[in-house]
């Protein structure tokens, strides 16, 4: 089977960097995915790793090792418009098409 | 303006009711998928079109009936739920074998 794990919330201050953490299990991996998700709006793509290392966009950096079958989130310079929840999701391939596999997800709360 | 739009948003149906789900896309996208979202859970898979021809049918029970008449558009016919089956629906597309996905923001469904 496939299954991905992350906290369920983190708690941090304006300004500061958080960590959200992801391992996973699963056959036929690609690669992983990050989401952004606000309260009552639709996931958006934050971004990929396809390759071990870090990938940097901004304040936002992703991490993938897929010896050790993890990656983590790194936020950086945090704001309060981050308040949201993230998911990991594994891109895997199956039949004739890829798919994600999504995380439960972490509920970040940004406070002041 | 998220490239996916998704109607009706909002949904309140009974457990004899017949009602149906639409998403439409303007990216260029050959994949379309949908997902449900449920407190607590992982965004679950249900279906996945390539190519207008589905691919993926995660164990869905068949009161959920998808439609994909074109690789524009994708619909959910849901008839006879159950109360456990409210939820978010989100539809999502993507190139075929691209690992970012575009979300709408999904038909929140009461079955009472």
């Known amino acids: 089977g496939q299954s991905l794990e992350q906290p369920s919330e983190v708690t941090a201050v304006e300004g500061a960097i958080v960590q959200i953490n992801c391992t996973y299990q699963t056959s036929g991996f690609y690669g992983l995915s990050w989401y952004q998700q606000h309260d009552g709006g639709a996931p958006t793509f934050l971004s990929y790793n396809g390759l071990d290392g870090l990938e940097e966009t901004g304040r936002f950096s992703s991490f993938l090792s897929r010896s050790d079958s993890y990656g983590y989130l790194l936020l950086q310079e945090l704001q309060m418009k981050d308040s949201a929840s993230y998911f990991c999701a594994v891109r895997s391939y199956g039949g004739a098409t890829n798919k994600l596999i999504f995380g439960t997800g972490t509920l970040l709360a940004v406070q002041p | 303006e998220t490239g996916v739009t998704q109607t009706p948003r909002h949904l309140v149906m009974g457990m004899t009711n017949k009602k149906s789900l639409k998403c439409e896309q303007h990216?260029?996208?050959?994949?379309m998928y949908w997902y449900k979202q449920s407190a607590k859970k992982p965004l679950e898979l249900m279906f996945v079109y390539s190519l207008e021809e589905r691919v993926e049918n995660n164990s869905v029970p068949s009161r959920f009936s998808p439609e994909c008449p074109n690789s524009s558009h994708l619909f959910l016919h849901l008839h006879t739920l159950q109360p456990e089956d409210s939820a978010l629906y989100l539809c999502?597309?993507?190139?075929?074998?691209?690992?970012?996905?575009?979300f709408g923001e999904g038909s929140r469904l009461t079955v009472l």
């Open positions: 999502a597309s993507s190139h075929r074998d691209a690992g970012e996905l575009f």
């Open positions: 990216l260029g996208h050959n994949a």
